[in-house]
């Protein structure tokens, strides 16, 4: 093909491209993505710089995601050191840990050198140590021992999500020294909100905002109006539990300190609403026994994540219909149990589901306590009694005219009614207990909430139906 041919094929994308890459439905456009991969194929750099380039690190990651896999790599070869790394924070751990495997350490090392130390610590977390530590190698001392300290911190920490580039000032500064300092200093954050004020050992004073600095005189020393900041969060601390501090205090950011309580690091909201995002998505995906899967992991890797809960539930399956084996003679007798026991197990298990989600959701977000327990769950089992009273009268009269007895319709509506409420006790108290025993219940609720609902219904409704049909 042409030079001239190309030039044509380049001059038409360009025409064709327009700033908002994002369909109706909130994905990538297809049209947008024809273009990218013409570019790639043709290596029409001038229209990824054009185009690719000046994307939001969030519109390039979810590009990054959308196009084809051998078109990721060719991508980011043909952007070079135009390439934003800090789009990596926003795809798939499957597709970053692909795309840092196959970038020489060098690049990454230079990419790093430009980026935020939270994300940039986010990117190295998951390469191995020797690649941690040849990249790591090649950058400035200052920044090299910043990192390091912050990838020391345990996984999901404040200390790994920590932003290690703020302001601190000593208490006798006074004002107009401050506001020389920020004009002056070129190693300082990209944007704050905050003044941190510490004292030679780093020990954390107090903070100042930045709008009370603005308005104060510049002789007034830093030390008068500084406030004390009651919320420093522990570099240690579960990054769910410092979420938890910033929503409940209504932070932009907070302090994070180490264990003598000297200044290390801030934790800032950006970096917490994609913890509360994470932490929602965990409890969301782990309730369906699914773990940490990701829609870019391989069919093996998918296969091998979700085969442990499903065995689990293969195990309580076996145990219900051990149940049903008992009353084998009853349902041979009656043949009409066999078609009921399924509406009574499905109606257990859907009430039990909703009573373990609202639970589950409140453990995580410490709404629900050793102070509260017992109202909720004399709430959660009233709720239970009444649905129970309202589908068992329902289930009862529609079952009693479709097989034209009353007596089998009063058996099924006092099974429903025992089960519902079993199902709803079963909901609130299993991840009650699994969570004081240090297990997660998001994991390991549902499947056992099942096997009891599957159980007692099955066992409420072919042990009443002995008892008062055959007797």
């Known amino acids: 093909m042409s030079d001239i041919d190309n030039e044509d094929r380049a001059r038409n994308r360009n025409d064709d491209a327009t700033h908002d890459i994002y369909a109706e439905n909130g994905s990538v456009r297809a049209d947008f993505l024809a273009l ?12 990824l710089r054009q185009h690719v380039v000046r994307l939001h690190e969030s519109e390039l990651g979810h590009l990054l995601e959308a196009i084809q896999p051998d078109q990721r790599m060719a991508l980011i070869r043909l952007l070079g050191a135009d390439f934003d790394l800090t789009a990596l924070t926003e795809v798939d751990e499957a597709i970053r840990l692909e795309i840092v495997e196959q970038m020489p350490n060098a690049q990454i090392a230079a990419a790093i050198g430009e980026l935020d130390s939270d994300d940039a610590v986010y990117i190295l977390e998951d390469l191995n140590k020797e690649d941690q530590e040849e990249i790591l190698a090649q950058l400035p001392f200052t920044e090299r021992v910043r990192l390091r300290r912050a990838l020391d ?14 302001v601190a000032v000593p ?24 003044i941190f004020v510490i004292d030679p050992t780093f020990k954390l004073l107090g903070i100042v905002d930045l709008d009370r600095i603005l308005r104060t005189k510049r002789l007034v020393r830093i030390e008068s109006i500084m ?27 907070a302090a994070v300190v180490d264990d003598n309580g000297r200044l290390v690091g801030v934790l800032t909201i950006d970096d917490v609403v994609d913890v509360i995002q994470e932490e929602a998505e965990e409890d969301f995906m782990r309730l369906g ?76 977000t410490r709404n629900l306590d050793i102070h509260n327990a017992w109202r909720v ?70 499947v056992f909430v099942t096997a009891i609902t599957d159980i007692a219904g099955f066992f409420s409704f072919l042990g009443l139906a002995t008892w008062w049909l055959l007797r």
């Open 36 to 47: 990218v991969g013409a570019a790639i194929a043709d290596r029409d750099v001038l229209f």
């Open 153 to 166: 911190y345990p996984e999901q920490s404040a200390g790994r999500r920590m932003q290690t580039e703020f």
């Open 171 to 194: 208490p006798f500064w006074t004002i107009g020294q401050t506001i020389d300092y920020m004009r002056e200093e070129e190693e300082l954050p990209e944007s704050f909100t905050q």
């Open 227 to 253: 406030r004390e900041t009651n919320y420093p969060i522990p570099a240690e601390m579960d990054q769910e539990d410092a979420a938890q501090i910033f929503e409940q205090y209504d932070l932009l950011s």
């Open 289 to 364: 026994g699914v773990g940490d899967e990701e829609l870019s992991d391989s069919l093996i890797d998918t296969s091998r994540s979700r085969v442990p809960w499903l065995m689990v539930n293969l195990v309580t399956a076996f145990m219900a219909a051990s149940v049903i084996g008992l009353f084998e003679g009853t349902i041979q007798e009656i043949v009409a149990l066999a078609v009921l026991m399924p509406i009574v197990a499905g109606m257990g298990g859907n009430a039990g589901s909703q009573t373990m989600t609202v639970t589950v959701r409140a453990l995580a």
């Open 377 to 446: 769950i004399r709430r959660e089992a009233g709720v239970g009694l009444i649905n129970g009273l309202f589908f068992g009268i329902v289930v009862g009269v529609v079952s009693g005219f479709w097989f034209e007895d009353a007596n089998l319709g009063f058996v099924i509506s006092a099974a429903m009614i025992i089960n519902m409420f079993a199902a709803a006790v079963a909901g609130i108290a299993i991840p009650m207990v699994l969570d004081r025993t240090g297990a997660d219940p998001a994991v390991s609720s549902a």
